[in-house]
């Protein structure tokens, strides 16, 4: 467990994560992570963008579906 420190950053509020977290959440400065709401006002912080999967799996119906005019655009 981290504990962290609720700060004022500008206008808003914010929290600064330790350089062990960031490490270990393979992430750095200026990129995406995300904060999802879990059960029992639970939450997690993710660098992986969880719409991604969502997207993921539409392209890959579209292209099961036009798998032949692909394979002919491909040529």
């Known amino acids: 467990m981290v504990a962290l420190k609720i700060r004022k950053v500008g206008s808003s509020l914010g929290v600064v994560l330790p350089k062990e977290v960031i490490s270990r ?12 709401e879990g059960p029992n006002n639970t939450y997690r912080i993710t660098p992986f963008d969880p719409t991604f999967e969502k997207k993921m799996k ?18």
């Open 25 to 36: 959440l393979r992430t750095g400065e200026g990129e995406d992570v995300f904060l999802l």
């Open 58 to 75: 539409k392209a890959e119906e579209i292209m099961a579906r036009y798998r032949n005019t692909l394979h002919v655009l491909a040529k």
